[in-house]
C-alpha cells in the first residue's frame, strides 16, 4: 500500500520567497533548523536566481545525503502537503533548459497559485559543493 502511495504522491515542504511560492520534495530534506548565523549557508534566493530579498522568518534546511552542501537559507515554511504526482505540470520547453539548471524543474497549480518546484540535487550552484 505504501509503495502505490510513493508511486502516485509527492510530500512537499512550502515556502515563499519573493511572493514565489516554492515547493521541495520532504526525501530531499534531513532537517529543518533555527537559522544560526555562525553557520555557513547559501541563500535560496541566490539558488534559483531570484532578485534580493529579506528573510523575516529565516530558517535553514539541511540536504539530504549531501554532507558537504552549505545550509540552505529559507522563509520558515507555510505547510507540508501531499500532491498527486499527475498534478505536476512541465515548464514551458523555452523556459525549461535554464530553469533545470537552477533545480527548478515543474509547477503544481494549487488553490489558484502556483508552487514551483525545486530539486537541490540539480541545481548547478550546488554541485560545486559535491564530496
Not at 61 to 81: G, H, S
Request: hydrophobic letters at 45%.
Amino acid at each position: 500500500m505504501a509503495a502505490a502511495m510513493k508511486q502516485t504522491e509527492l510530500q512537499l515542504l512550502v515556502f515563499t520567497i519573493s511572493g514565489t511560492r516554492y515547493g521541495i520534495d520532504v526525501e530531499q530534506i534531513a532537517s529543518l533548523q533555527n537559522y544560526d548565523s555562525a553557520q555557513v549557508i547559501l541563500k535560496f534566493h541566490e539558488l534559483v536566481a531570484a532578485k534580493a530579498v529579506s528573510y523575516r522568518t529565516p530558517k535553514i534546511l539541511i540536504v539530504k545525503n549531501r554532507e558537504t552542501f552549505p545550509a540552505i537559507l529559507i522563509n520558515e515554511p507555510e505547510d507540508m502537503i501531499n500532491i498527486l504526482i499527475k498534478t505536476i505540470r512541465p515548464l514551458p520547453v523555452i523556459m525549461a533548459s535554464t530553469a533545470n539548471c537552477r533545480g527548478v524543474w515543474g509547477v503544481v497549480p494549487q488553490k489558484g497559485d502556483l508552487i514551483v518546484l525545486f530539486d537541490f540535487y540539480k541545481n548547478e550552484n550546488l554541485k560545486k559543493y559535491q564530496g
